[in-house]
Nanobody, 124 residues
Framework: QVQLVESGGGLVQAGGSLRLSCLAS?????MGWIRQSPGNARELVAA????????YYADSVKGRFTISGDYAKNTVYLQMNSLKPEDTAVYYC????????????????????WGQGTQVTVSS
């Protein structure tokens, strides 16, 4: 069992930045950030594979968001820049306990463990 605790959400104006953090209680193969807003499907916005450090970004956040990880601290970060109102959502940290291919790490259903979520609100 892996417990995930997110922090760093909040309210920011459009064009601003936020940094989300996720502390994991155990090891995993891959970690990601998944967001959901009312009326919309879950969207995996970024993921990182611990082995090799490969990353994935959704097209909607490429060039604006950066995922990084500190293996020693078992913590993953999501730096969000140039935020837009459409980035408003609850952001969940998630971890996958099995080996992730480049394809599987892009799928929200691959992730076994989820945090409670942190609200990000971007005002226009």
């Amino acid at each position: 069992q892996v417990q995930l605790v997110e922090s760093g959400g909040g309210l920011v104006q459009a064009g601003g930045s936020l940094r989300l953090s996720c502390l994991a209680s155990g090891r995993s193969y891959v970690m990601g950030w998944i967001r959901q807003s009312p009326g919309n499907a879950r969207e995996l916005v970024a993921a990182i594979r611990w082995s090799g450090g490969s990353t994935y970004y959704a097209d909607s956040v490429k060039g604006r968001f950066t995922i990084s990880g500190d293996y020693a601290k078992n913590t993953v970060y999501l730096q969000m820049n140039s935020l837009k109102p459409e980035d408003t959502a609850v952001y969940y940290c998630a971890a996958g306990s099995t080996f992730a291919t480049s394809s599987s790490m892009r799928n929200p259903t691959f992730y076994d463990y989820w945090g409670q979520g942190t609200q990000v609100t971007v005002s226009s």
